[in-house]
């Protein structure tokens, strides 16, 4: 299937403000691209591109005083299918796993183990290892936490959106990440695109989505704590440790957000 994706958003800054931008697909779905992801600042300016840690791509960009917008408007190619799913991923012992997951395991300024690694291993240290036991957590996650936009908060961390009980696509994903780390599974943030495809239409506006990855059988498998359900279209734009190594957009300087438009939709 082929879809359209892509984004508006604007700032007001009362002078020159150093920018960096997350906004661009990852590298390994740039192959899918049928258009090009290019952001595309107004006024013009020169926009300087680099791989994170993380193997993000990640743009700088020094914005005048005043109106800056950046914009996106491409076409990707996605198989149509909906998430894998593999019940027999088996969890490996952490004297197995690969240096590079390891930091996957540890706290992060969102994923708060100290406070939830009791609860965790008393709500699931009965539960069959592997992808059962990632499933029982999403389920945990998407129970606990009810959605709205209303409930969104830059600060609030994985133990807080379990006390709290509500929150946003982020807080199910960080909730659901820091049960999975207190279980020893190597757990990931993801940021990208998620519309509306096979199944009814949200009726609220679109937005960039959050979901994680846990490292089973040996890969990176996608969960959704707040859909709780395979989904059709998932476009990858970020990984990191939390929502803090994935921000859309940093401004090193004041920074009004003045409009913000996504969009993601099949094409026929």
Known sequence: MRIRAGYEISYDCPGPTPMLLMLNVRPERQADLETADTVLPDPDLPVRQYLDAFGNVCSRVMAPGGRITFRADFVIRDSGEPDPADVEAEQHPVEDLPDSVIEYLLPSRYCDLELLSDLAWETFGSTPTGWARVQAIVDYAHERIRFGYEHARSTKTAHQAHEEGCGVCRDYAHLAITLCRSMNIPARYCTGYLGDIG????????????????????????????????????????????ATDVAITTHFGPATLSGFRVITEALS
């Open 199 to 242: 199944v009814p239409p949200s009726g609220a506006p679109m937005d960039f989505s959050a979901w994680f990855e846990v490292f089973l059988g040996g890969r990176w498998r996608t969960f959704d704590a707040r859909h709780n359900r395979p989904r059709i279209g998932r476009i990858l734009m970020a990984v990191g440790r939390d």
